[in-house]
């Protein structure tokens, strides 16, 4: 997760148990800052893993009730905890829809680029990689978003995934081959 | 410049645990689904080493230009397109929708218990409605004596 929005620090994880605290005894809104900590990376990786911003927004809100019900077990860091509830309804709804075309349409970025013929390139691009993630095995999509849109180390990585940084540079090589092979007969 | 290799600094920012690269299991976790039913076309897929290595934050792009020039060139237009994705943000509305969701999670969490509570509650009703006072209970111990007695002297 990006170091603006996450705990990682001790003090941060510290707060974020005191916040946890808080809640507990009964002052729901301070819930609401532990939204705002993390629901951009959270959102990310949904999105990634889903290609759609309505699914993803879906599981995001799954994951903060499913999180807030049970905010009394969590034993560790909070971050870790959360983003394993989310990494685990964007499997479970891997597993439930086979998708053939993912979109990322409705961009909510202002494009950058001057001309229409850049922006078109552009959108086509965002198509093609959509498409592309979609086709690549949910572990190897998840590594590839983790490492390249979620910008985390490896070492993260593994810590959030319970798995050694040599699986996951293995998963992230291969997931690179793949999109390699679906992508630069055209980008290349 | 894409922001696609892992940048030493943001994983220092990042205040994670290090961990020992590598390790004997490597990918003896990977799942099956890993192993198996490889994509059209990427059994011939490969990536410079020096490319890998560069992607990983491990090696130079002067080294991966000097493997494949064309392959860097394909990641530093993908990084691009990683860097953007890497920018988006919770739509504002989100964090709105699921605090207003949380109480109604609670009472759908409630339901149960309250189901749970609400049988333990009857079912203490219907115990209360059969339990028998002392007197009650004397008076209907009396009540069978003086039967039987009656049968008795009947019979």
């Not at chain 2, 198996?36 to 059994?43: F, N, Q, R, S, T």
């Amino acid at each position: 997760m990006n170091t603006t929005e996450t705990a990682t620090e001790p003090t941060e994880v510290d707060s974020d148990q005191r916040i946890i605290a808080r809640v507990l005894s009964g002052d729901r809104e301070a819930f609401s800052v532990l939204i705002g900590r993390y629901s951009d990376p959270l959102y990310r990786h949904a999105l990634g893993m889903t290609g759609s911003p309505d699914v993803a927004e879906d599981i995001l809100q799954t994951s903060f009730i499913k999180a807030y019900n049970h905010l009394g077990e969590v034993r560790g860091r909070f971050d870790a905890w959360l983003f394993r509830i989310v990494a685990n309804g964007c499997k479970d709804w891997l597993k439930n829809i086979r998708r053939t075309h993912l979109s990322y349409d409705e961009d909510d970025q202002p494009s950058t680029y001057a001309t229409p013929d850049e922006d078109l390139d552009r959108t086509e691009l965002r198509k093609d990689l959509d498409e592309a993630l979609a086709q690549l095995a949910p572990s190897l999509r998840e590594a590839f978003i983790m490492k390249h849109v979620e910008g985390r180390s490896y070492e993260e990585m593994a810590e959030l995934l319970s798995t050694t940084v040599g699986a996951l540079k293995m998963r992230v090589h291969r997931a690179r081959e793949a999109l390699q092979a679906l992508l630069e007969e055209k980008y290349a | 410049m894409p922001d696609l290799y892992e940048s030493p600094e943001e994983s220092r920012e990042l205040g994670l645990p290090r961990r020992q690269a590598g390790g004997a299991r490597q990918d003896a976790d990977a799942p099956l689904a890993d192993r198996e039913v490889p994509l059209p076309g990427a059994a011939d897929a490969h990536l410079a080493p020096a490319v890998q290595q560069w992607l990983d934050g491990e090696g130079s792009e002067v080294a991966a230009r000097r493997a494949d020039e064309r392959q860097v060139e394909f990641w530093h237009r993908l990084g691009e397109e990683a860097a953007r994705r890497r920018r988006m943000t919770t739509p504002a509305h989100v964090p709105q929708r699921i605090m207003e969701a949380i109480p109604a999670a609670r009472m759908a969490m409630a339901t149960p218990m309250a189901t749970a509570t609400s049988v333990a509650a009857s079912t203490a009703e219907d115990a209360g409605r059969l339990s028998l006072s002392p007197v009650a209970a004397l008076a209907a111990a009396a009540g069978l004596v003086a039967l039987g007695f009656l049968i008795g002297r009947l019979a």
